[in-house]
């Protein structure tokens, strides 16, 4: 039997000068038919995460694509047993996905697309720079053999980090694969290296998702789980349902080692924000997983539970269409693209 919540990951570069005046119908058409998440709307298209009844999903993506720029936007669908958002977002932004390179115009210059089955054969080329374009804390919990990690905070790091690579800077241009998520931060990516005089760049169809979903777990080269920006926090092949958790209190994923720890109290802290955590944070805290463990017995959401830390904590950030928009904390209410790490109490990331 189908699980009852279909979500639906989507994106789509597009001129879309008008967005703004979409705003508010698409609230409507969300509302009208129980559909939550967050949509991402700017000059150069749309980008998001939605979930509700699959008949509600299907309408609101029926709407979007009556308009003909939009009459193609694709979609990536998944079910779970339960909500996955517990609130509806529909944003104006600068940028679908934040970069903040003016003149980049992914739906014209990103790089060469590779189908999943086809990916392998491209990466196992030695003359092949393999890239991932993802943050760090995504990274660390799985990637592809042999990827390169730029250790990065915050997508808009990646221009910086691509300037200061030795092996880019030369008058040959090498060759580069470069993958994400869901496929968006890999469109602004690729173009931006095209922008740069770079011919043989290109990227992964349909992200790490389509992958993990279409190619057999004996033939892959993907090591580890996938962190998606959804109340399942992470997935294997088959897009199954990964071994992780997210910390309530900064956003990191944790792994079964990191929930043993005798750092980790659920709701209130792990290992990753334990030392950053007074007695007054942890007391707030404490009383916010007292409501939610309440509402679960009484069967009800409590949205609480993915409210933000206390004020004076601060965040670590990220993001995909199945990856946020912009940056952020990695919570279940943001769109594809949007990318930066968990919070720490070093300081601020912005959104």
């Not at 991402?40 to 009844?53: D, H, M, R, Y």
């Not at 992470?234 to 209190?249: D, I, K, N, Y």
Request: with cysteine.
């Amino acid at each position: 039997m189908t699980a009852p919540y279909l979500t639906a990951a989507l994106y789509k570069f597009v001129d879309l000068h008008d967005h703004a005046d979409w705003r508010e119908p698409l609230i409507e058409r969300c509302r009208e038919h129980q559909v939550k998440g967050t949509l991402l709307l700017a000059p150069e298209g749309i980008n998001g995460t939605i979930a509700g009844p699959e008949a509600g999903v299907q309408a609101v993506l029926a709407w979007l694509r009556r308009d003909a720029r939009l009459a193609d936007l694709e979609h990536k669908a998944s079910w779970s047993d339960r909500p996955p958002f517990h609130r509806l977002k529909v944003r104006l932004k600068r940028e679908i996905v934040t970069l903040r390179v003016p003149g980049l115009r992914p739906q014209e210059h990103a790089g060469h697309y590779v189908k999943p089955e086809d990916w392998n054969a491209l990466i196992a080329q030695p003359d092949v720079l393999l890239i991932d374009t993802r943050n760090d804390y995504e990274v660390k919990i799985g990637s592809f053999d042999g990827a390169i990690n730029p250790g990065i905070g915050a997508f808009t790091d990646l221009p910086g980090w691509l300037a200061r690579q030795p092996a880019l800077q030369g008058a040959t241009k090498p060759r580069v694969a470069m993958f994400c998520t869901g496929g968006i931060r890999c469109e602004k990516s690729t173009a931006l290296l095209r922008m740069q005089g770079f011919e043989e760049v290109y990227h992964l169809e349909g992200g790490i998702l389509k992958y993990l979903e279409q190619v057999p777990e004996s033939e892959s080269r993907w090591q580890g789980e996938c962190f998606v920006f959804d109340e399942r926090v992470s997935v294997g092949h088959g897009l199954r349902p990964g071994a992780h958790a997210l910390c309530r209190s900064c956003r990191w994923p944790l792994s079964q080692a990191d929930r043993a720890s005798p750092l980790f109290q659920e709701g209130v802290s792990c290992p990753h924000c334990h030392a950053q955590r007074d007695d007054g944070d942890r007391e707030r805290l404490a009383e916010r997983q007292r409501q939610v463990v309440l509402a679960r017995e009484r069967g009800v959401a409590h949205i609480g539970a993915d409210a933000m830390p206390p004020a004076n904590s601060a965040t670590l950030a990220t993001s995909e269409g199945g990856e946020r928009a912009g940056q952020g904390k990695p919570d279940a209410t943001q769109a594809q693209g949007a990318q930066s790490q968990p919070r720490s109490a070093s300081g601020s990331a912005t959104r």
